[in-house]
Nanobody, 115 residues
Framework: QVQFVESGGGLVQPGGSLRLSCAASGFTFSSYAMSWYRQAPGKERELVAR???????NYADSVKGRFTISRDNAKNTVYLQMNSLKPDDTALYYCNAVIWSIAYWGQGTQVTVSS
């Protein structure tokens, strides 16, 4: 079955950095686009970044220039490098893929940006 295991979240001060990882299994990883979403308390889940099978990327305006999504098909893993973190980046971050029109989600990893 499709599974995602996210890791790398934590507490960081404003201006700091974190690198999230999402290890995928149960499907042909290289054949699908991968995305990171986030959801802050009281807010809707939003797309943060997406990487296509060919490595093309797109980002939410709020994270452009600060976050970088990448994928390693040999390791079945997608990453989210987050720099210059702000308190508004505080959220539960989820890994996502849409496979045969079904959206699959990981359990999420918490990112808290606070001094």
């Amino acid at each position: 079955q499709v599974q995602f295991v996210e890791s790398g979240g934590g507490l960081v001060q404003p201006g700091g950095s974190l690198r999230l990882s999402c290890a995928a299994s149960g499907f042909t990883f290289s054949s699908y686009a991968m995305s990171w979403y986030r959801q802050a308390p009281g807010k809707e889940r939003e797309l943060v970044a997406r990487v296509s099978t060919g490595g093309y990327t797109n980002y939410a305006d709020s994270v452009k220039g600060r976050f970088t999504i990448s994928r390693d098909n040999a390791k079945n893993t997608v990453y989210l490098q987050m720099n210059s973190l702000k308190p508004d980046d505080t959220a539960l971050y989820y890994c996502n893929a849409v496979i045969w029109s079904i959206a699959y989600w990981g359990q999420g990893t918490q990112v808290t940006v606070s001094s």
